[in-house]
């Protein structure tokens, strides 16, 4: 079974939990679930935040999707993901990443599965906001043999993070402020999509992540976002990723999201910059 | 280019948000429209409940003109208007009522939505959601 037919599976058997489960759906308000990022965890595009996904509440389960495509100079990535948040305390996600090499010729793929657990919190409610543990077990689909032949020691790898989120009311000329941190240990090289490990550096690293944004009104969420990255292969050298993004949450059910990366030097080519879009579907 | 780009956004967002300010020389109780304008909220805030089924049921032996006025008095002292609160704690008003987060979500979704329809400034909006956010933890306290 491929991992577009797993997520398909899993969607099917996750929409029966939900529809016979007693509440449906969430009472969180719209945007505190922020939007799917690209390894299938609720966050923002790049990084998971400390929030979980949709607007499931203490009393329900939510289900969400999301499909996503980046451009860069030289590379497109497809992402496609579901996650499942479980009463607002844990979130389970599966994500299928698919990076083609335009220029260089053929495809890296990777599947993601990630739990999410909310130690404590409220993004809303609480002074410290919401802190979240969460882990995500990445494995290489396609292209162990391209991962390994630049140096990469291994073709799977695990990252634990610990995330925090918190608005700030009335923060910025009257508008809310979302302040999102994500401590992430690892070991993947672009995110996993170049293998984990390498020949210059072998052991798990501390990155930072972090991203603030302006609702500039309920619907609308513009901000910038960082994410920190390890330098383990010497072929090729590796830099942050970064972006400017814009959220439409259209509704509760449905938002768009979209964003200018900066993804730097990728696989020996320079300065890769495009475009980001990911539609997420919220039951 | 990314750092122009992100400059022309921040901007954007800064001059967006100015736009829509008013002048902060005032108390959050004028710019939420006063003794006037703090009764109409509460009102649309006690309609919007009213039609909400997943929370209407809490309120079924409730006195709600009593609600409401003590629901003025509370929000004209916390958004420092000239009233005193002479209600009962958070913690005592909401104890045992078997209150979720999913209802108390709630209530803060009918609070938006009545300050919307009221028109009432987005800093004014934001700032009183701020101010009523962490009553969360009195409300929550015993239930």
């Not at chain 1, 302040?179 to 996993?192: E, I, P």
């Not at chain 2, 400034?121 to 009553?135: E, F, I």
Request: aromatic share 8%; charged share 20%; with cysteine.
């Amino acid at each position: 079974m491929t991992s577009c037919q797993k997520i398909w599976v899993l969607l099917a058997g996750m929409c029966w939990l939900a529809a016979t489960s007693p509440a449906l759906a969430g009472s969180r308000l719209a945007g505190t679930g922020g939007v799917m990022a690209i390894e299938g965890a609720s966050g923002g595009g790049l990084s998971p935040w400390g929030v979980l996904a949709g607007t499931a509440s203490d009393i329900d389960i939510g289900v969400t999707v999301g499909a996503t495509r980046a451009d860069v100079d030289d590379y497109h990535l497809v992402v496609s993901g579901m996650a499942v948040n479980f009463y607002d305390r844990l979130e389970l996600s599966l994500a299928n990443q698919r990076l083609a090499l335009d220029t260089l010729g053929g495809h890296q793929a990777q599947d993601i599965y990630g739990a999410k657990l909310r130690l404590f919190g409220d993004v809303l409610y609480r002074p410290w906001g919401i802190w979240s543990l969460g882990v995500q077990h990445k494995q290489l689909v396609e292209g162990r043999e391209l991962a390994r032949a630049v140096g990469a020691r291994n073709t799977s790898g695990n990252d634990v993070y610990l995330a925090g989120s918190k608005l700030f009311f009335d923060a910025v000329a009257g508008r809310n402020l979302l302040v999102n941190t994500t401590l992430r240990s690892t070991t993947a090289n672009q995110g996993g999509l170049l293998g984990f490990g390498g020949d210059r550096n072998d052991h798990r690293e501390l990155m930072v992540e972090s991203s603030v944004g302006l609702f500039l009104n309920p619907d609308w969420l513009v901000g910038v976002e960082y994410r920190q990255k390890p330098d383990n292969l010497s072929f090729a050298r590796e830099d942050g990723w970064r972006d400017v993004y814009v959220a439409w949450l259209i509704n509760k059910h449905v938002s768009l999201t979209g964003a200018l990366l900066d993804l730097g030097s990728i696989a020996g080519i320079e300065r890769q910059r495009g475009g980001y879009l990911s539609l997420q579907l919220s039951l | 280019m990314f750092c122009r780009l992100a400059t022309i956004t921040m901007l954007l967002v800064g001059l967006s948000g100015f736009a829509g300010q008013q002048a902060t020389s005032s108390t959050l109780y004028q710019r939420l429209g006063g003794e006037a304008g703090i009764h109409d909220i509460v009102t649309h805030f006690l309609i919007n409940v009213a039609d909400d089924p997943r929370i209407v049921g809490y309120f079924a032996h409730t006195n709600i003109d009593h609600l409401a006025d003590s629901l003025e008095q509370y929000l004209c002292e916390l958004s420092d208007g000239p009233c005193t609160y002479e209600g009962p704690s958070m913690a005592r008003a909401h104890q045992h009522m078997g209150l979720t987060d999913a209802s108390f979500n709630a209530l803060v979704d009918n609070l938006q939505r009545a300050l919307m329809d009221q028109k009432i400034d987005v800093g004014a909006r934001n700032a009183l959601l701020g101010r009523l956010a962490p009553q969360y933890s009195d409300v929550m306290r015993d239930q």
